[in-house]
C-alpha cells in the first residue's frame, strides 16, 4: 500500500478576504479554512483578516465566521474552532479608499508575528470590484515587501471577453503572473481532476472515448438551490457565465483534450485551451423558474436554466454533437457525465435498444457506471439493461475543494488554477450565446416550475438529433 502524503501549508501566511461578508466567504470558504485547521494542515504562525464595507467588529466577524462553519459543517470541533478565531481579525473599509487600505496595512503588520510569510489577497468579490483592488494594493505598496503577494481571483472573471482582457492587463501592470492564481473552484473538487486521471489510467476509456465510438456528450449540472439570495450577482450575471462558461467548459476540455505526456501545469493549460478555442455552438435553449422575477424584484430576462448544443474542430471529437446543460431550482442536484455510443455494424440496430453508456456522475457522490445490455432469459432475442457500477470514494489525502486550492496558493503550485488563454477561449464561446440573448424575445425565454426538471425546449434540443437527455436522478 502506498504511503499518503497529506498536503499541510508548510510557509506561514497572512490571507486578506475581500467580499469577507459575502456569501461566496460563507459558503465555501470558512468552512474550508476551518477543515484545514481542524485537520492540522495550517503553519504555526497564520492570520486572516476579512475585508469589507459592512462596519464590524472583531469579534461580529469571528461569530459571523463560526456561524458559516457550523452551519456548513457536520461535526464541529468546537475547541479547534475557537483556537482558530483567534487568528481572525477584521477591516472595514472602501474598495476605492486609499486611506482604508493604509489601515488595513496597518492591521496586517501589527497583527503578523513573524517576518517571513507569504501574504494572500483573496478576491471574493464581484469583477467590478477587481481593478479599484489591485490598485490600492499596489497604491499602499503590499507588493514591495519581501513577503511576495499572492492574489486568489474567483470565477467569474470579468463579464466577457473584452472585459477579461482587460482584467489582465490591470493586473500584467501591477503584478508578475507567478503573483496570480485564478479560482475556478471545481478544479479543485476531486471529482473534476479524477476525470484526467481516469483517463490517464484507464485503457478502457482512452480508446473508446472518442469521435469513432460516441455518439453524443452530456454533460449536466443540476441544481437544486435557487440563486440563495445573491439577487444582485446572479441578475447580472445568469447560468451561461455563473455555471457554464467556467464550471462545464472546464469539464468539458478535461473529458476531451489530448492528454499530454508530460502533466505540468503547462501542457494541461496548453490542451485545454485547444478545445476551448475548437468549440462551435450550435443552439441554445433559455429557460427561467418562475418565481425568480419576484426574487430579483426586476421583470427579468436572465436566464436561470441554459442547455447547449456544440461541436468540436478536434480531430477526438470532430462531428460528435455535445450537450451541456446547468440550471437552478431543478428537482434534484446532479452532476454528471454522460457518453452514449454508436451501435456497431454487427450488431442489433432496429432503434429499440438503448445505446450502451459511460455515466460518471460527479455530485451528489462520485460514481461510474458501465450500461451493457444483457439477454432476457429464454429464446426470444430481446434484451434488458444491465447496469454496472461503483461508487468512487476518495481514498488517501482527502480536502475539499477550496481547502486543496488554498494549500496549492500557499505552496506556490498553480496547476489546479487557470490561465488567460483558456478564460479568452471560454468567453470567447459565451459572447455570441449572450448577444443571442438580448435579442431573444421574451416568448424564447422558456419557463419552468422549481422542483422540475427544467424546460421542454431542452429536451426538445436532443429530439431533433434522435437523443434524449439521460438522467439518473434517485428522486425524479
Ligand atoms: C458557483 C456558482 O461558482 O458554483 C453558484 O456561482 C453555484 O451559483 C456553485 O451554485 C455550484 O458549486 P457546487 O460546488 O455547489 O457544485
Same mark, same amino acid.
Given at each position: 500500500?502506498?504511503?499518503?502524503?497529506?498536503?499541510?501549508?508548510?510557509?506561514?501566511?497572512?490571507?486578506?478576504?475581500?467580499?469577507?461578508?459575502?456569501?461566496?466567504?460563507?459558503?465555501?470558504?470558512?468552512?474550508?479554512?476551518?477543515?484545514?485547521?481542524?485537520?492540522?494542515?495550517?503553519?504555526?504562525?497564520?492570520?486572516?483578516?476579512?475585508?469589507?464595507?459592512?462596519?464590524?467588529?472583531? =469579534?461580529?466577524?469571528?461569530?459571523?465566521?463560526?456561524?458559516?462553519?457550523?452551519?456548513?459543517?457536520?461535526?464541529?470541533?468546537?475547541?479547534?474552532?475557537?483556537?482558530?478565531?483567534?487568528?481572525?481579525?477584521?477591516?472595514?473599509?472602501?474598495?476605492? =479608499?486609499?486611506?482604508?487600505?493604509?489601515?488595513?496595512?496597518?492591521?496586517?503588520?501589527?497583527?503578523?508575528?513573524?517576518?517571513?510569510?507569504?501574504?494572500?489577497?483573496?478576491?471574493?468579490?464581484?469583477?467590478?470590484?477587481?481593478?479599484?483592488?489591485?490598485?490600492?494594493?499596489?497604491?499602499?505598496?503590499?507588493?514591495?515587501?519581501?513577503?511576495?503577494?499572492?492574489?486568489?481571483?474567483?470565477?467569474?472573471?470579468?463579464?466577457?471577453?473584452?472585459?477579461?482582457?482587460?482584467?489582465?492587463?490591470?493586473?500584467?501592470?501591477?503584478?508578475?503572473?507567478?503573483?496570480?492564481?485564478?479560482?475556478? &473552484?471545481?478544479?479543485?473538487?476531486?471529482?473534476?481532476?479524477?476525470?484526467?486521471?481516469?483517463?490517464?489510467?484507464?485503457?478502457?476509456?482512452?480508446?473508446?472515448?472518442?469521435? =469513432?465510438?460516441?455518439?453524443?456528450?452530456?454533460?449536466?449540472?443540476?441544481?437544486?438551490?435557487?440563486? =440563495?439570495?445573491?439577487?444582485?450577482?446572479? !441578475?447580472?450575471?445568469?447560468?451561461?457565465?455563473?455555471?457554464?462558461?467556467? &464550471?462545464?467548459?472546464?469539464?468539458?476540455?478535461?473529458?476531451?483534450?489530448?492528454?499530454?505526456?508530460?502533466?505540468?501545469?503547462?501542457?494541461?493549460?496548453?490542451?485545454?485551451?485547444?478545445?476551448?478555442?475548437?468549440?462551435?455552438?450550435?443552439?441554445?435553449?433559455?429557460?427561467?423558474?418562475?418565481?425568480?422575477?419576484?426574487?430579483?424584484?426586476?421583470?427579468?430576462?436572465?436566464?436561470?436554466?441554459?442547455?447547449?448544443?456544440?461541436?468540436?474542430?478536434?480531430?477526438?471529437?470532430?462531428?460528435?454533437?455535445?450537450?451541456?446543460?446547468?440550471?437552478?431550482?431543478?428537482?434534484?442536484?446532479? /452532476?454528471?457525465?454522460?457518453?452514449?455510443?454508436?451501435?456497431?455494424?454487427?450488431?442489433?440496430?432496429?432503434? /429499440?435498444?438503448?445505446?450502451?453508456?459511460?455515466?460518471?456522475?460527479?455530485?451528489?457522490?462520485?460514481?461510474?457506471?458501465?450500461?451493457?445490455?444483457?439477454?432476457?432469459?429464454?429464446?426470444?432475442?430481446?434484451? &434488458?439493461?444491465?447496469?454496472?457500477?461503483?461508487?468512487?470514494?476518495?481514498?488517501?489525502?482527502?480536502?475539499?475543494?477550496?481547502?486543496?486550492?488554498?494549500?496549492?496558493?500557499?505552496?506556490?503550485?498553480?496547476?489546479?488554477?487557470?490561465?488567460?488563454?483558456?478564460?479568452?477561449?471560454?468567453?470567447?464561446?459565451?459572447?455570441?450565446?449572450?448577444?443571442?440573448?438580448?435579442?431573444?424575445?421574451?416568448?424564447?425565454? &422558456?419557463?419552468?416550475?422549481?422542483?422540475?426538471?427544467?424546460?421542454?425546449?431542452?429536451?426538445?434540443?436532443?429530439?431533433? !438529433?434522435?437523443?434524449?437527455?439521460?438522467?439518473?436522478?434517485?428522486?425524479?
Amino acid at each position: 500500500m502506498k504511503k499518503i502524503i497529506f498536503q499541510k501549508a508548510e510557509n506561514n501566511f497572512t490571507m486578506i478576504i475581500f467580499g469577507a461578508s459575502g456569501s461566496l466567504a460563507k459558503l465555501k470558504l470558512f468552512p474550508s479554512i476551518y477543515q484545514l485547521a481542524a485537520e492540522s494542515r495550517l503553519p504555526a504562525d497564520y492570520k486572516i483578516i476579512g475585508y469589507g464595507r459592512s462596519q464590524i467588529s472583531n =469579534e461580529d466577524f469571528r461569530e459571523f465566521f463560526k456561524k458559516s462553519v457550523i452551519e456548513k459543517t457536520e461535526r464541529v470541533d468546537l475547541e479547534k474552532l475557537d483556537e482558530l478565531l483567534k487568528n481572525i481579525f477584521y477591516v472595514s473599509g472602501q474598495y476605492n =479608499e486609499e486611506k482604508d487600505f493604509r489601515k488595513l496595512r496597518s492591521t496586517v503588520e501589527q497583527v503578523e508575528k513573524t517576518k517571513n510569510r507569504i501574504r494572500i489577497a483573496y478576491f471574493s468579490v464581484p469583477p467590478s470590484a477587481f481593478t479599484e483592488i489591485f490598485q490600492n494594493l499596489a497604491a499602499v505598496n503590499f507588493n514591495s515587501i519581501k513577503a511576495k503577494l499572492r492574489l486568489v481571483i474567483e470565477k467569474p472573471f470579468g463579464y466577457d471577453f473584452k472585459s477579461a482582457k482587460k482584467l489582465a492587463q490591470t493586473l500584467k501592470k501591477h503584478f508578475s503572473q507567478e503573483q496570480i492564481y485564478l479560482l475556478d &473552484h471545481y478544479l479543485g473538487k476531486e471529482s473534476v481532476t479524477n476525470l484526467l486521471s481516469l483517463r490517464y489510467a484507464n485503457s478502457i476509456l482512452t480508446t473508446l472515448l472518442n469521435r =469513432e465510438y460516441v455518439s453524443n456528450i452530456q454533460i449536466s449540472a443540476l441544481e437544486s438551490k435557487d440563486i =440563495e439570495g445573491r439577487a444582485n450577482y446572479f !441578475d447580472n450575471v445568469g447560468i451561461l457565465r455563473d455555471m457554464v462558461q467556467s &464550471h462545464l467548459l472546464q469539464i468539458l476540455a478535461y473529458l476531451t483534450m489530448f492528454m499530454p505526456r508530460e502533466r505540468t501545469a503547462e501542457a494541461i493549460h496548453h490542451e485545454k485551451a485547444q478545445v476551448l478555442k475548437s468549440i462551435r455552438v450550435n443552439s441554445l435553449v433559455r429557460g427561467q423558474y418562475i418565481g425568480y422575477n419576484k426574487e430579483v424584484s426586476t421583470d427579468s430576462k436572465t436566464e436561470t436554466y441554459a442547455a447547449i448544443k456544440l461541436a468540436l474542430k478536434h480531430p477526438l471529437w470532430k462531428g460528435v454533437p455535445i450537450y451541456l446543460r446547468s440550471g437552478k431550482s431543478l428537482v434534484e442536484q446532479w /452532476t454528471a457525465i454522460v457518453f452514449e455510443f454508436k451501435p456497431r455494424k454487427a450488431q442489433r440496430d432496429d432503434g /429499440t435498444l438503448p445505446p450502451n453508456r459511460i455515466v460518471i456522475q460527479l455530485q451528489p457522490y462520485e460514481k461510474i457506471e458501465f450500461h451493457l445490455l444483457t439477454k432476457l432469459g429464454g429464446k426470444t432475442f430481446d434484451f &434488458h439493461e444491465l447496469t454496472t457500477g461503483r461508487p468512487i470514494y476518495c481514498s488517501g489525502d482527502c480536502l475539499n475543494e477550496h481547502g486543496r486550492l488554498l494549500l496549492d496558493v500557499i505552496a506556490g503550485k498553480n496547476d489546479l488554477f487557470l490561465n488567460f488563454e483558456e478564460i479568452f477561449a471560454a468567453w470567447k464561446v459565451i459572447d455570441p450565446l449572450q448577444k443571442l440573448s438580448t435579442k431573444m424575445k421574451k416568448k424564447d425565454l &422558456h419557463l419552468y416550475k422549481k422542483g422540475s426538471k427544467g424546460p421542454k425546449a431542452s429536451d426538445e434540443l436532443l429530439a431533433k !438529433d434522435g437523443f434524449k437527455w439521460f438522467y439518473s436522478l434517485p428522486n425524479a
